[in-house]
């Protein structure tokens, strides 16, 4: 349930609120917006069935919230969420866009990638440093040396940093190194790694998991916030379907529901979500004209010898192409880019 304040409440009476509900052994959390406080009661309601929270001063309206996602909700955090990661903000009037290679190879390789994706307008570098492969026999990343290369980059470039982890450990080794931590679709729903991910207080990256619900996509979410920890950007990147064409469908409409369920912001994969080089550019255009708040693209110096997702990797030349294709569409949208 929502606690919905009046405009201008009074400090006293929103600590009033949050006094009631921890004294019940519930879980109090406030969202300060532009005109109004929400505060959101976590855990059993029915224990505040006695305390008339309706008449208490300065309360406004008490909202039900059914679904089983409070802290992700729209009707929690009306206004739309603006996550920093470094010095790059995501949900806000940019478009950004993350960009890099499928997996970490070689510090050349990262190095040459990063200045390649600062320069096509890219605003953060992505790269997989523990790869969940399907098959256990593939490259599966350069682990912890990997991330290193990944805070080289950063401090090489400036742009802020991103990385899969895929365990405690990873995730153990990637606070000292990263900026971001992406889990990934195949862990959307290993519920302990995103507890333990929001413990963190970086920011994450939750891709959507490949047969996901937008609903199981947004308890996911949920999971990570309860921890203290709001600062999630979610990652459409396709689901399963019967088409085999691409390796995975485009869920596009993924982007308006989510804006209309969550405060969240959302950005579109269009590389994992095709599979396939040649519809990556269209894919992109199109999330950007539905909504999205940035993408994330995968790029490669060479994608024929890349140890990972070659085939749907582009080159630099085509992210420079694509990052001049999307500016325009961006500007319709009423994002800077
Ligand atoms: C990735 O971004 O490298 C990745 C493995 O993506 P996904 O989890 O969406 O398959
Ligand atoms: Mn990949």
């Known amino acids: 349930m929502i606690i919905v304040m009046k ?6 009476s929103i600590q009033n609120i949050t006094g009631i509900i921890e004294g019940k052994g519930l879980t109090a959390h406030i969202s300060n917006g532009k005109e109004v406080t929400v505060i959101g009661v976590v855990g059993d309601k029915s224990k505040l069935q006695d305390q008339n929270l309706e008449i208490a001063e300065d309360v406004d309206k008490i909202v039900p919230v059914t679904e089983s996602y409070k802290l992700a909700n729209k009707k929690f955090h009306p206004e739309p969420s603006v996550i920093k990661v470094g010095n790059v903000s995501i949900g806000g009037d940019e478009l950004i866009v993350m960009s890099g290679p499928c997996a970490v190879e070689s510090r050349a ?3 040459e990638t990063a200045h390649a994706v600062k320069k096509a307008g ?28 990944m805070k080289e980059a950063r401090e090489e ?19 000292k190194y990263v900026d971001m931590l992406q889990i990934g679709a195949r862990n959307m729903q290993n519920f302990y790694l995103l507890k333990e991910a929001g413990k963190t207080g970086l920011p994450v990256l939750l891709k959507r998991g ?23 950007v979610l990652c459409e990147r396709g689901i399963r379907t019967f088409e085999t064409a ?20 959302i ?10 080089r040649m519809y990556v550019k ?8 539905v909504g999205a708040d940035g993408l994330m693209i995968e790029t490669h110096p060479n994608p024929a010898i890349a140890l990972s997702d070659g085939p749907q990797s582009l080159t630099f030349q085509e992210l420079l192409e694509l990052c001049s294709k999307i500016r325009p569409l961006a500007a319709l949208m009423g994002k800077k880019f």
């Open 157 to 175: 470039t400036g742009l802020p940093v991103v990385c899969e982890v895929t365990s405690l450990a990873a995730i153990e080794a990637a606070v």
């Open 246 to 265: 691409t390796r995975n469908t485009l869920d596009i409409s993924a982007v308006p529901v989510i804006k209309n369920k969550s405060h969240l912001p």
């Open 210 to 232: 490949l047969s996901a619900t937008i609903d199981e996509w947004l308890n996911a979410s949920e999971y990570i916030i309860a921890e203290g920890n709001p600062n999630v």
């Open 7 to 12: 405009p201008n409440a009074k400090r006293e």
């Open 282 to 289: 269209p894919l992109a255009m199109s999330a950007v004209a």
């Open 122 to 149: 890219a605003h953060i570098l992505r790269g997989g440093a523990y790869k969940p492969r399907t098959s256990p026999y593939a490259f599966q990343g350069l682990e912890e040396e990997g991330i290193k290369f």
């Open 109 to 111: 390789q990262l190095i």
């Open 267 to 276: 950005i579109v994969d269009p590389s994992h979500a095709s599979g396939v």
